[in-house]
Nanobody, 124 residues
């Protein structure tokens, strides 16, 4: 059974940093495409960053240069380092995985497995 469990969310002021983690069980993270998505109240879920099994990455324009996605295959864990946070980064952040997903951030339905989410709140 595939399980994804996020952690690391919290409340920070604008300009601050957070690192999100996603612990993976039930499969080997190295063989899956994985991604981070976020959803703000009243808005659709949007892709933030994705990483392929070979380490290739893709970022939303809004986070390029500020966020870094990475994974530790030995620990079966996905990360999202978020720097220079802005109030518009506020939302529930979800990690997602799929063995066959392309390295795309849209649509979210490309990914079959999802975590429960971790809240990120950035105040101005």
């Amino acid at each position: 059974q595939v399980q994804l469990v996020e952690s690391g969310g919290g409340s920070v002021q604008a300009g601050g940093s957070l690192r999100l983690s996603c612990a993976v069980s039930g499969y080997t993270s190295s063989s899956y495409c994985m991604g981070w998505f976020r959803q703000a109240p009243g808005k659709e879920r949007e892709g933030v960053a994705a990483i392929d099994s070979d380490g290739s990455t893709n970022y939303a324009d809004s986070v390029k240069g500020r966020f870094t996605i990475s994974k530790d295959n030995a620990k079966n864990t996905l990360y999202l380092q978020m720097n220079s946070l802005k109030p518009e980064d506020t939302g529930m952040y979800y990690c997602a995985a799929d063995a066959l997903a392309p390295l795309l951030l849209h649509p979210p339905e490309n990914f079959s497995y999802w975590g429960q989410g971790t809240q990120v709140t950035v105040s101005s």
